[in-house]
């Protein structure tokens, strides 16, 4: 071995100015580490968070977050378990996977995690949480809950606007009838599903259809549309600043387009509220059940007073009902015609009950749904599978509190996958599988008060709409399935339809469903419109 050349070792005790820079520039760095960590300790003392991905500086795990996101928590949770923490950038975020840690979030820490964390996009569009979706739990979210409750989901609202859902699945089937009579073959099965939870959420929320009969979407439609395309456009727009708040005055938002997208929205918003104050629109009285007079618009003019709302939060609400309930229905039933087409033991076996029950004289009504079953269980089971807001929506800790033993610090972030809740192994038995009849052996709710399934959230946050989603999901379905049998494109397998998800707050399918619909009722039901 070569003996070291003592020359080049350094020699302790001599004074060397290049050493002693260095010495210096380390002692800052530790010092200045040190001085961090007790300013950090200050502000969060000793705080057990929960297991997750070590974060790096500055970015957290932002890079190592896949974009299916429910399906990367659900990987993390196999490693680091049912609860987690990770961080996006500076916001510390808890992602909870199990029925039980649910529980604790939505029902026995409820108060204290009902908050929203608001993007500036989010902030922008919903002018400081003015509405009810981006509100932070208070007394403005409490009081416009309320009306939600009390006034706007009533049942006897929702009953009243039976005839306008009725009348719009008519006109899908309708629309698929023809299509299919002038030798389509196969069709875009998404094209119709969006078509009729347009003009149905319009209908409920505007009391207005912005399409003809001829398909055509007049120039207040238009403009709706382009409202929301741009709306959509200037939300994505953020990127990773977003996420470290330090950064974003690097990034500052287009304010000025914001700005002219809410006033569009406003604009047409008032036009359309002036019709009905002006007695334009279908105004009727609110205690008048009959029919379409019962949307939203309607209501909340009438209720504005009483409830001391302001305009901006009439705008914005009517607004939180459409981005709300429009994909979301549309999602899930075309996951439940994927699935459907998947297995067509299921889909035939809800085609018998559909026959025995309806017959073939006549067309489903929401009416028939107690004597449906079935029909019931594959709407249930296509939302335990295929959720449309897997991750929900994200909560935010408005106190410091403790979940599965870890603290989740007031300010952070809180998700609950609901997506990996209702493929959790360890309640349900072979969980990847569509079979409907879980829910006729066992009787589940859906809606808030199981934890092992909830694609409408539970407690304080629960969808408002969930019995509206549930009931459009159903007749939608019903219809589809009573009047016409789907398969999969020619040359193509039912298991080869790709069940592969897109990724987004809420989940479309990746490759849009495409079948093949052959009607088998009588002619004269297919035109009931
Ligand atoms: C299949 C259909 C639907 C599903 C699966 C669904 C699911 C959800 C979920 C998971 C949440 C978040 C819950 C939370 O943050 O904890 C939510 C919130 C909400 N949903 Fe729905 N939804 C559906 C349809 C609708 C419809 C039709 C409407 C209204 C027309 C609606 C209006 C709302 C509103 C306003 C909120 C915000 C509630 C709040 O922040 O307090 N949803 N929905």
Redesign the pocket.
């Known amino acids: 071995m070569a003996e070291p050349d003592l020359d080049e070792m350094p020699s302790r005790g001599v004074i060397d100015l290049a050493g002693l820079q260095v010495d210096t520039y380390y002692t800052v760095v530790v010092a200045t580490a040190v001085v961090l960590l007790f300013i950090l300790k200050a502000v969060w003392p000793s705080k057990k968070l929960a297991p997750g991905p070590r974060p790096r500086p500055f970015v957290g795990n932002l890079y190592e977050v896949k974009p299916v996101r429910f399906r990367c928590f659900m990987e993390w949770a196999e490693k680091y378990g049912p609860i987690l923490s990770f961080w996006m950038g500076t916001t510390l975020n808890t992602v909870v996977s199990s029925a039980a840690l649910a529980k604790e979030v ?1 029902k026995d820490q409820d108060q204290f995690l009902s908050g ?1 964390p608001l993007t500036r996009a989010a902030a922008r569009f919903s002018r400081n949480g003015q509405d ?4 932070d739990y208070g007394p403005h ?1 409490v009081k416009v ?1 309320k009306l ?1 409750t009390l006034e706007l ?1 009533t049942h006897k609202r929702l009953e009243a606007l039976r005839s306008v859902r009725e009348e719009e699945v008519g006109g899908m089937v309708n629309a698929i009838y023809n299509d299919c009579q002038t030798g389509a073959g196969t069709v875009d099965v998404k094209t119709y599903l969006s078509a009729v939870a347009f003009n149905n ?1 319009t209908r ?2 505007f009391g207005k259809k912005f399409v003809n009969q001829d398909g055509e979407i007049d120039a207040q439609g238009k403009e709706f549309k382009a409202v929301i395309a741009e709306g959509m456009k200037l939300g994505a727009s953020l990127k990773t600043s977003e996420h470290i708040k330090y950064l974003r005055w690097m990034f500052p938002l287009q304010e000025e387009a914001f700005a002219r997208n809410n006033a569009r929205r406003d604009n047409l918003t008032k036009a359309i509220m002036q019709e009905f104050a002006t007695g334009g629109g279908d105004r009727g009285s609110d205690a008048d059940s009959a029919g379409s007079s019962q949307h939203f618009v309607n209501a909340l003019l009438n209720f504005q007073k009483q409830y001391d709302l302001s305009e901006v939060t009439v705008i914005t ?1 009517l607004w ?3 981005t ?3 994909d ?2 549309a ?2 039933v075309e996951w439940a015609m994927a699935e459907l087409i998947r297995n067509p033991d299921v889909q035939r076996k809800a085609q018998e009950e559909l026959d025995n029950v309806v017959g073939y004289e006549r067309v489903v009504t929401e009416g028939d749904f107690r004597d449906l079953p079935y029909l019931q269980a594959v709407a249930k089971e296509a ?1 335990r599978l295929h ?3 897997p991750l ?4 935010k800790a408005t106190e410091d509190v403790k979940v599965g033993g870890f603290d989740i610090p007031k300010g952070s972030t809180v998700h ?1 996958n ?1 997506f990996a809740i209702a493929r959790d192994p360890s309640t349900w038995k072979d969980p990847e599988s569509f079979r409907p009849e879980r829910f006729l052996e066992e009787d589940i709710d859906i809606k808030g008060t199981d934890f092992r399934v ?13 019995q ?3 009931v ?2 159903q007749i939608m379905l019903g219809r589809l399935l009573h009047h016409f049998t789907w398969s999969p494109p020619e040359g193509m397998r039912p298991e080869d339809i790709d069940l592969t998800e897109r990724p987004g707050v809420v989940t479309f399918m990746l490759k849009p469903l495409q079948a093949v619909a052959t009607p088998r009722l009588p002619s004269a039901l297919y035109r009931t419109v």
């Not at 009810?132 to 509100?135: D, F, M, T």
């Not at 929900?392 to 909560?395: E, V, Y």
């Not at 959230?457 to 408002?464: E, I, Q, T």
């Open positions: 939505l929203r009810l979706i981006w509100a979210y809950r939600c989901f959420i409920i929320v609400l939180d009902m459409i709300a309930g429009m979301t229905t999602i899930t939302l959720p449309p807001t929900m929506l994200p909560h609950v609901a909830i694609p409408f959230g539970a407690g304080r946050r629960v969808c408002p709409g969930a509206l989603g549930l459009l999901v």
